[in-house]
């Protein structure tokens, strides 16, 4: 009987990609807008950027 010992599988090496359930961001965006978060933070910031994008975001880390 031989024994293999010889690793066959290559390593894995890390990346920078970024992997995100996209159920629960479809997910968050929804009750984002059925609870109507946009007027909520909406009316908060008025010039740059949209700071919606920014809330939905960390709800999403959050959840």
């Known amino acids: 009987m031989n024994l293999k010992t010889k690793i066959r599988a290559f390593p894995t090496i890390p990346n920078k990609n970024i992997c995100v359930p996209i159920g629960s961001m479809l997910a ?35 959840s």
């Open 28 to 62: 968050v965006q929804y009750f984002y807008e059925k609870l109507n978060f946009s007027d909520v933070f909406g009316k908060h910031k008025s010039r740059g950027l949209d700071l919606n994008s920014f809330s939905t975001s960390l709800i999403f880390i959050s």
